[in-house]
């Protein structure tokens, strides 16, 4: 059953990171596109825990470092998205207690995970991003993850709890 | 575990970064191209139809206020046609730069607009659905039918990406129609309405006048960019006493964000997987 696992959770990085770049860029605003593969690595961390979330954050960040049309320096959304799996599932306690709790925690992964990608940009001037710029993205690009949420993070929570393996009851 | 996986990401950046333009990812990139690119052309040809569905959705009042809009501009145009000898001269200056760029034959692979890259990437790329098989390689000159586009950057099997002039790393050399002036062109990353783009000229004293036309100046081999192709028109000046040199704002006349069709200037006789479009059919627009 690994194996199976493996490949659905691989699938669904795919799906997200094609979306966001080839569905969502339909109805984008001012550029910015919901962060789908942020969304699975927060619904990862609430279900599983900051390790397994920050596995898949590397693995859903290279892929968007990867797939066209990236053109950016390889691993800074890898490094990004590891940060917010990690620090998602550290409050992973409080952010499953109730809906809005959720919400939160999805807007704050969003901040800091677009705010650690840009200030990796902005070490490595690739490319050189203006702070002006960097002020106007994030914050759209937090309100557009947190109205995507309540119609993806319960479909992906339902997914995780699916395919989590079997535990022992205590 | 976390440690792991943020030297990992460090190892990465480091592989990517210190290798320059031949990082050791490349091979990865390609691979990943080749995976993604055709999910990714699916994906979009799937929502196509749906792209243009806001636009049922639209009041009578945006219908009223958008003819007024179109009167207002119809008149003005009517106006500046009629009006300035400078125009005219522009015209016939485009129109010998055109008749120049289809003696020299372009050929065009035609190409959908797949995928955009995130605004949270900083950076403005585009996915074409032409890759290699396509006859489409890195630092070929990308336009549509009202001007230039941009600059492919790689190219894969069957999908290549583009780096779009309003991009920040972007740099075009422009001619102005009316004074053959050059300069260079930088995008300032954004494309959301009212794109802008700046134009300083290499010429401090050169001036440029509101509404002249910018076409691309060519670079050696007609790589990346072919000469004649063209940009946009200026729409304002900022001078400063500090720079020695003029600044442009130039508003481009390609709509870059509902982007579609793409040409990509390939040589005559390129062998590709789709009909190639050759010369005789030159870029509409520029003298707008």
New interface residues.
């Given amino acids: 059953m690994p194996a199976v696992r493996a490949l659905l959770l691989t699938a669904v990085l795919?799906a997200a990171?094609?979306?966001?770049?080839?569905?969502f860029?339909?109805v984008?605003v001012?550029?910015?596109?919901p962060?789908l593969a942020l969304l699975v690595v927060v619904a990862a961390a609430l279900v599983r825990g900051?390790?397994f979330a920050?596995?898949l954050?590397?693995v859903g960040?290279?892929?968007?470092?990867?797939?066209?049309?990236?053109?950016?320096?390889?691993?800074?959304?890898?490094?990004a998205l590891?940060?917010v799996g990690?620090l998602a599932g550290r409050v992973r306690q409080d952010a499953g207690s109730s809906a809005l709790a959720a919400l939160v925690t999805v807007a704050a992964c969003s901040f800091v995970g677009?705010s650690v990608?840009?200030l990796?940009?902005m070490v490595?001037h690739?490319?050189?991003?203006?702070v002006g710029?960097?002020l106007r993205?994030i914050p759209?690009?937090v309100v557009y993850d947190v109205l995507v949420t309540p119609f993806a993070l319960p479909l992906l929570l339902r997914l995780f709890r699916r395919v989590q393996p079997h535990q022992v009851a205590y | 575990?976390?440690g792991l996986?943020?030297l990992?990401?460090?190892?990465?950046?480091?592989?990517?970064?210190r290798g320059g333009d031949s990082?050791p990812?490349d091979p990865?990139?390609s691979v990943?191209?080749d995976a993604?690119?055709p999910?990714?052309?699916a994906?979009?040809t799937?929502?196509r139809p749906?792209?243009a569905l806001p636009d049922h959705f639209r009041t009578t009042d945006s219908l009223r206020r958008d003819v007024a809009a179109l009167r207002s501009q119809n008149s003005e145009l009517r106006s500046e046609l009629a009006g300035s000898a400078l125009s005219r001269h522009q015209v016939t200056e485009l129109a010998g730069l055109r008749s120049q760029s289809s003696s020299t034959g372009y050929a065009l692979v035609p190409a959908h607009v797949?995928?955009?890259?995130?605004?949270?990437?900083?950076?403005?790329?585009?996915?074409i659905d032409a890759g290699t098989r396509a006859g489409v390689h890195p630092d070929m000159t990308v336009m549509d039918n009202d001007g230039l586009v941009g600059r492919v950057?790689?190219a894969?099997r069957s999908?290549?990406?583009?780096?779009l002039i309003v991009?920040?790393?972007s740099v075009v050399g422009g001619r102005l129609g009316s004074s053959m002036e050059v300069g260079f062109l930088r995008g300032r990353?954004?494309?959301?309405g009212g794109t802008r783009l700046d134009l300083e000229l290499v010429d401090g004293s050169a001036t440029a006048a509101r509404g002249d036309s910018l076409v691309t100046w060519g670079s050696k081999n007609g790589r990346p960019f072919v000469p004649g192709i063209p940009v946009g028109k200026v729409t304002s000046l900022v001078s400063s006493p500090r720079s020695q040199s003029t600044r442009a704002v130039i508003s481009p006349y390609v709509d870059f964000?509902s982007l579609d069709l793409v040409g990509v200037v390939v040589k005559r006789g390129t062998k590709s997987d789709r009909t190639v479009i050759e010369a005789g059919r030159q870029p509409a627009g520029g003298d707008r």
């Fill in positions: 795919v990171v094609v979306l966001q770049v080839a569905v860029s339909v984008d001012g550029g910015v596109v962060n900051p390790e920050a596995v954050g590397f960040g290279l892929a968007i470092d990867l797939a066209p049309p990236a053109d950016h320096i390889a691993g800074r959304w890898a490094l590891v940060v990690y677009t990608f840009a990796s940009g490595l690739d490319p050189s991003i203006p710029e960097a993205v759209l690009a | 575990m976390l996986l943020l990992a990401s460090f190892t990465v950046i480091t592989l990517d970064a990082s990812l990865v990139r990943a191209g993604f690119g999910v990714e052309t994906a979009a799937a929502v749906f792209a797949v995928a955009m890259g995130p605004a949270q990437s900083f950076s403005r790329t585009v996915t950057v790689r894969d999908t290549a990406t583009v780096l991009d920040q790393e990353g954004r494309l959301d964000s």
